[in-house]
């Protein structure tokens, strides 16, 4: 129940393509979203986030898109850049066992074509 | 630079020898996380600390410990390393509630031979 799960696990679109990465949800009580970007060598960064009572949020090329009826949301990259090729993790957070916790994604390695 | 260092950057460790990942930050965060990183698990969270002085467990914690005796260091214990051990570790902190951002160092690259 509390898994996230994340597809596809590699990805490969042509600059100026809109790649979507899609992840669900099991747990009702998951109240934050967030996406994290990582780059070969780095830790992940927050990217954009969400709460579940909000449908979409955009910042800049980056859109999530939140349907909390199935559980699922997904991130939208708009007009695709080669700098954008990284991993990109899906996350969920709740308070288990008295702690708040950050379950992630399995990850989507991502590669935009010039 | 404010963040999260991390070391050693990578290590190649013999199975059955101990080995402590080192983690500081200086950003006065209270909470700090341990995960684990593997290809196509994504990143699992192994332990957990809210505030100094007390630690909590993750998704994976066997065979790992921990120990928070101030706000900047949270170091993570291998006591005897298996090869299944072999991952890239990263060390995360934040300030406040679920909501705020998680800081992630570079991470430790770790090898079990």
């Known amino acids: 129940q509390q898994q996230v799960k994340q597809s596809p696990q590699s990805l490969i679109v042509q600059k100026g393509g809109i790649p979507i990465i899609n992840c669900a949800y099991e747990n009702t009580a998951f109240d934050y979203f967030p996406w994290y970007q990582q780059f070969p060598g780095k830790g992940p960064a927050l990217l954009i986030a969400?709460?579940?009572?909000?449908s979409e949020k955009k910042e800049g090329r980056f859109t999530i898109s939140f349907n909390k009826s199935a559980k699922q949301f997904s991130l939208h990259i708009m007009d695709s850049q080669p700098g954008d090729s990284a991993t990109y993790f899906c996350a969920a957070s709740a308070s288990f066992e008295g702690a708040q916790k950050l379950v992630f994604g399995q990850g989507t390695r991502l590669t935009i074509n010039p | 630079i404010a963040g999260i260092t991390q070391a050693p950057t990578s290590q190649i460790l013999a199975a059955g020898r101990r080995m402590t990942l080192r983690c500081t930050q200086d950003m006065r965060h209270n909470a700090m996380y341990w995960y684990r990183q593997d290809l196509g698990l994504g990143l699992r969270l192994i332990h957990y600390?809210?505030?100094?002085?007390?630690?909590g467990k993750g998704e994976v914690p066997d065979g790992y410990s921990v120990s928070r005796a101030n706000t900047d260091d949270f170091p993570l214990t291998l006591a005897s390393a298996v090869p299944s051990q072999t991952s890239v570790y990263f060390c995360?902190?934040?300030?406040?509630?679920?909501?705020?951002?998680?800081?992630f160092g570079n991470g430790t690259r770790l090898t079990v031979t």
């Open positions: 600390s809210n505030t100094a002085g007390t630690t």
């Open positions: 995360a902190s934040r300030q406040g509630p679920s909501n705020s951002p998680l800081h």
């Open positions: 969400i709460r579940p009572d909000v």
